[in-house]
């Protein structure tokens, strides 16, 4: 049974409040703690980082710890939540949220961004599946 527009319009507020939320933690951590930024991804997440492939949690902090110091700003977000089962037999939400922004790592200029996750939620926490990003020429 396809969910009601009501149904529809209240996840997608659900999913925006989320995203908002995980833009503080995730751009925080990334800044001030990377160390800690693996956490957010699942085990055998995925990132495409300007068309460099990179799989797991633990690659994707190894390569983010080669990156210089950063600082992002984060100017528009857009999010679409997918409801449990839609995809796969999966029961639990997702949501696909894409951030615009700037970001400076040390000893450079910003440069904008455009940066898309895809987020499941597990044991009540949203944890990154896939997350591709890309410097706007």
């Not at 529809?8 to 990334?30: C, D, N």
């Not at 693996?38 to 190894?62: F, P, R, T």
């Not at 977000?77 to 949501?95: E, L, R, W, Y």
Request: proline share 3%; charged share 25%; with cysteine.
């Amino acid at each position: 049974m396809a969910p009601s527009p009501e149904d529809v319009r209240k996840l997608g507020i659900q999913a925006t409040l989320a995203a908002e939320e995980f833009s503080k933690l995730y751009y925080e951590t990334f800044d001030k703690r990377r160390q800690a930024i693996s956490k957010i991804y699942q085990d055998k997440a995925n990132l495409v980082w300007n068309g460099h492939i990179v799989s797991s949690a633990e690659a994707i902090l190894k390569f983010f710890d080669n990156l210089p110091q950063s600082e992002h700003v984060i100017e528009g977000m857009d999010t679409q939540p997918i409801a449990a089962g839609t995809i796969t037999d999966v029961v639990s939400n997702s949501i696909v949220v894409t951030f615009l922004g700037k970001v400076k790592f040390k000893g450079s200029d910003f440069k904008a961004f455009t940066q898309t996750f895809m987020l499941c939620s597990h044991e009540n926490k949203w944890k990154i599946v896939s997350d591709t990003f890309r410097f706007i020429e």
